[in-house]
């Protein structure tokens, strides 16, 4: 009878033990999740707004028109858009304007009046669409 008593306080305490590790590892992986929040930055924000550019037609003549379409999201509707090209090593803005439409698509025209290839993008406050070229013969 004293063995019986003896292993049954063993497995009480086996069992009280392993319930107590399971449940300081429980709470210690939740209090670890909970306090490992993301915090959000300027990036990610700013990484959340995009706009594509298409130029048609790709190589036009002096003084003609190409035609830019595009897309954005993360933009409202109304939102400024402004064609800019490469001038050298900067980004100078250009007549061309529009706004964003329902649906968040674009579109605008623009004359281009300088020989070569011209680099463009569209910008909108502080997201710009990737770079197009456009000959100009």
């Not at 028109?65 to 900067?90: P, Y």
Request: charged residues 20%; proline residues 3%; positive net charge.
């Amino acid at each position: 009878m004293t063995a019986t008593l003896r292993s049954r306080c063993a497995r009480t305490i086996a069992v009280g033990a392993l319930s107590v590790a399971l449940l300081t590892a429980g709470t210690t992986g939740a209090v670890a999740a909970a306090s490992t929040k993301p915090s959000p930055s300027a990036s990610a924000s700013a990484s959340e707004a995009s706009i594509t550019v298409t130029a048609t037609p790709t190589e036009v003549n002096v003084g003609d028109m190409v035609h830019f379409t595009g897309k954005t999201k993360g933009l409202k509707i109304d939102s400024q858009l402004v064609l800019q090209h490469k001038n050298g090593k900067k980004w100078t803005n250009l007549k061309a304007t529009t706004k964003v439409k329902n649906g968040s698509s674009y579109s605008l025209d623009a004359k281009l009046n300088t020989k070569g290839n011209e680099q463009l993008r569209i910008k909108g406050g502080d997201t710009v669409s990737p770079t197009v070229t456009v000959t100009v013969k």
